[in-house]
T-cell receptor
Framework: GAVVSQHPSRVICKSGTSVKIECRSL??????MFWYRQFPKQSLMLMAT?????????EQGVEKDKFLINHASLTLSTLTVTSAHPEDSSFYIC????????????????FGPGTRLTVL | QKEVEQDPGPLSVPEGAIVSLNCTYS??????FMWYRQYSRKGPELLMY????GNKEDGRFTAQVDKSSKYISLFIRDSQPSDSATYLC???????????FGQGTTLQVKP
């Protein structure tokens, strides 16, 4: 149980284009989803928190107009990187936190496999 | 000073060794502690979680929390080459629901 998928796993795009990344909880309802960014040999940096049906809460320094987050249902959240530039190249990881009763406790986050974005 | 300190390593051990991974933290509001394992180019995978001080065992893994010293550990017994990965400690302060991660320790188990 508690499986989270991400699509695509890898994407290469040209500078100035927009890229959408999907995050799905496959076998549980995710009341909250999180989006992280990870640079090589570094830990995960939280970008934003999204709750189903409401606006995402962005961490300080994260441009909300550049990283658009939509959490349309209890199993799907999307991150759109708008007008991507080479400095946006990174590993983007989503996580989902489900309802009480899931193994791992109420604060446990289950992570997707990540999406590697390369902007040329 | 970072809220969570974790030695990035790398840590290299022979197969079969006991591995000790550690994190220290400064915020006494942390109440919930987790260890994740991350293989290269993959998302983190939950290994252990615990609320309270003391030990929690799951197979070859033991998580230890000492809240008085603000120190947590993960022990791996009979380490295997397949344990080679980055191990991240993570903590939740109060009711925020946000995970605060350590930097991660890279472990290599040599056959």
């Amino acid at each position: 149980g508690a499986v989270v998928s991400q699509h695509p796993s890898r994407v290469i795009c040209k500078s100035g284009t927009s890229v959408k990344i999907e995050c799905r909880s496959l076998d549980f309802q995710a009341t909250t989803m999180f989006w992280y960014r990870q640079f090589p040999k570094q830990s995960l940096m939280l970008m934003a928190t999204s709750n189903e049906g409401s606006k995402a809460t962005y961490e300080q320094g994260v441009e909300k107009d550049k990283f658009l987050i939509n959490h349309a249902s209890l199993t799907l959240s999307t991150l759109t990187v708008t007008s991507a530039h080479p400095e946006d190249s990174s590993f983007y990881i989503c996580s989902a936190r489900g309802e009480l009763g899931l193994a791992g406790g109420p604060d446990t986050q289950y992570f997707g496999p990540g999406t590697r974005l390369t902007v040329l | 000073q970072k809220e969570v300190e974790q030695d990035p390593g790398p840590l290299s051990v022979p197969e079969g060794a006991i591995v000790s991974l550690n994190c220290t933290y400064s915020n006494s509001a942390f109440q919930y502690f987790m260890w994740y394992r991350q293989y290269s180019r993959k998302g983190p995978e939950l290994l252990m979680y615990t609320y309270s001080s003391g030990n929690k065992e799951d197979g070859r893994f033991t998580a230890q929390v000492d809240k008085s010293s603000k120190y947590i550990s993960l022990f791996i017994r009979d380490s295997q080459p397949s344990d080679s990965a980055t191990y991240l400690c993570a903590m939740v302060p109060g009711n925020t629901g946000k995970l605060i991660f350590g930097q991660g320790t890279t472990l290599q188990v040599k056959p």
